[in-house]
């Protein structure tokens, strides 16, 4: 009988720490995703999708450039259109909210995140909200730039492993 009493102050020791660490985790949880509106994530994800639209279809009619047709190309600005709608539905805030707090809650301590509550709380955090959009579209443009002043060297690449791949079928 003394072992029993044993096992069920065990369990319910257990049951008492788990909860506890149940609390602890919600409590987390619910600090990062205070910082995550905070930092309006969700807002931005939206405004992403919107700044990245004319840049891809801008470069699709870049590449297809007389090889279709206007109504072709018409054809392919409605597909894109559904494209950017199904990628806006199936990666939407309330879809990907969790993934974005599991990953910011494995990176920081609760802590860290209270400390970055603070920060985007004061003006200069409220400041680096406010300038994020530009900030990213300014580095967005700035890797497009580079990515485009590379696409003569990765074509250059696959010509020349193109042609290996062509050699080494003849051997």
Excluded: C, H
Aim: hydrophobic share 40%.
């Amino acid at each position: 009988m003394k072992g029993f009493k044993v096992f069920i102050a065990f369990i319910l020791m257990s049951l008492i720490f788990s909860s506890a660490a149940v609390a602890k985790d919600d409590s987390f949880r619910a600090s990062v995703e205070k910082l995550l509106i905070l930092m309006k994530v969700d807002k931005y994800m939206d405004q992403s999708f919107e700044q990245i639209k004319p840049i891809i279809l801008e470069r699709i009619q870049e590449m297809s450039s007389g090889e279709l047709t206007k109504e072709q190309s018409k054809t392919m600005e409605k597909y894109m259109e559904k494209l950017f709608n199904l990628m806006k539905t199936e990666m939407s805030w309330d879809k990907i909210k969790e993934d974005y707090i599991e990953l910011y809650m494995s990176v920081y301590t609760k802590e860290e995140v209270n400390e970055l509550i603070k920060f985007y709380q004061s003006p200069i955090g409220q400041k680096t909200i406010e300038k994020m959009p530009v900030i990213m579209e300014k580095s967005t443009e700035i890797s497009y730039k580079y990515l485009m002043n590379m696409i003569p060297k990765i074509e250059e690449l696959a010509a020349e492993m193109q042609e290996e791949f062509s050699s080494g079928s003849k051997n």
